[in-house]
T-cell receptor, first 111, second 121 residues
């Protein structure tokens, strides 16, 4: 079973920030929070991951609460190409760690 | 970033035939690759972990004799769906981690292939 819960769907206006929440209340101390997205009929794409500090890269920002029980992925200026299913996954960074995909959040960017 | 390719991108076959899907890491070594299956409007489900030079590890409920996995080199894993039936029609996706050392290995990023859509008539 997936260790995360996410809202099934969200809409966001083009050009606005998209904030996608994720709950992972049973996260272990050595587990990271990973975010992937899947555009229709394509393989998933890595976005960002973090352990406990907030992280930012060219795609997004990841805000992790101090107790690490939840996090938020932020797409600062959403475009139509950001329409996808976004998956929040918790996993260690051990060699052969499997990724368990939940149902994700279907984000639709509205023109 | 690192690239994972899959071949073919789509395939249509008759019931009872076998289909082989290739997964290649193009610019990195992958001791371990993963095979997923995704039915329409559902999430990815891990089928098996493919280990270079050894037997694959299958998830519970996945028939190892039906889904044959071979990981003969550090850049190639194959999934063969044997005696395919219409219920095997699905989107098959592989992934790999860069385990050749360096920054990408430390980041533990998994790189996914573009997927193979299998339709069994």
């Amino acid at each position: 079973d997936a260790k995360t819960t996410q809202p099934p769907s969200m809409d966001c206006a083009e050009g606005r920030a998209a904030n996608l929440p994720c709950n992972h209340s049973t996260i272990s101390g050595n587990e990271y929070v990973y975010w992937y997205r899947q555009i229709h009929s394509q393989g998933p794409q890595y976005i960002i991951h973090g352990l406990k500090n907030n992280e930012t890269n060219e795609m997004a920002s990841l805000i992790i609460t101090e107790d690490r029980k939840s996090s938020t992925l932020i797409l600062p200026h959403a475009t139509l190409r950001d329409t996808a299913v976004y998956y929040c996954i918790v996993a260690t960074n051990f060699g052969n760690e499997k990724l368990t995909f939940g149902t994700g959040t279907r984000l639709t960017i509205i023109p | 970033g690192a690239v994972v390719s899959q071949h073919p991108s789509w395939v249509i076959c008759k019931s009872g035939t076998s289909v082989k899907i290739e997964c290649r890491s193009l610019d990195f070594q992958a001791t371990t690759m993963f095979w997923y299956r995704q039915f329409p409007k559902q999430s990815l489900m891990l089928m098996a972990t493919s280990n270079e030079g050894s037997k694959a590890t299958y998830e519970q409920g996945v028939e190892k004799d039906k889904f044959l996995i071979n990981h003969a080199s550090l850049t190639l894993s194959t999934l063969t769906v044997t005696s395919a039936h219409p219920e095997d029609s699905s989107f098959y996706i592989c992934s790999a981690r860069d385990q050749g050392g360096g920054q990408r290995e430390r980041l533990n990023e998994q790189f996914f292939g573009p997927g193979t859509r299998l339709t069994v008539l």
